[in-house]
């Protein structure tokens, strides 16, 4: 059984910083990926990045490349999502997501295991 906790959103003006945290639940995360997904409201949930555990390799859309960045802390089972420079496109729930396989696919049904969201509100 894999849980997913994510924390850290909140409400900032534009321009401001926020960093989410994803706290992971499982036997072992050795061969996964996790990743952080962006559900803008009315819109889909979307990638946004995903980092594998065992090495840290990274992947990015481009709406988060340049701008956010996401890490890990292998002794806490942590992923995290630092973005700065925000917008107010970037409002919406943010969740955290584990791929099993490691492969870090932009599409998210390939995602098995997801948290419940984290909310961010980025004000003009």
């Known amino acids: 059984q894999v849980q997913v906790v994510e924390s850290g959103g909140g409400s900032v003006q534009a321009g401001g910083s926020l960093t989410l945290q994803c706290a992971a639940s499982?036997?072992?995360?050795?061969?996964?990926?996790v990743g952080w997904f962006h559900q803008a409201p009315g819109k889909e949930r979307e990638f946004g990045a995903a980092?594998?555990?065992?090495?840290?390799?990274?992947t990015y859309a481009d709406s988060m490349k340049g701008r956010f960045t996401i890490s890990r802390d292998t002794a806490k089972n942590t992923v995290y999502l630092q973005m700065n420079s925000l917008k107010p496109e970037d409002t919406g729930i943010y969740y955290c997501?584990?791929?099993?396989?490691?492969?870090?696919?932009?599409?998210?049904?390939?995602?098995?295991?997801w948290g419940q969201g984290t909310q961010v509100t980025v004000s003009s």
């Open positions: 980092i594998r555990w065992t090495g840290g390799a990274t």
């Open positions: 997501a584990i791929d099993p396989s490691g492969l870090l696919p932009h599409v998210k049904e390939r995602w098995r295991y």
């Open positions: 499982a036997r072992t995360l050795r061969t996964y990926g």
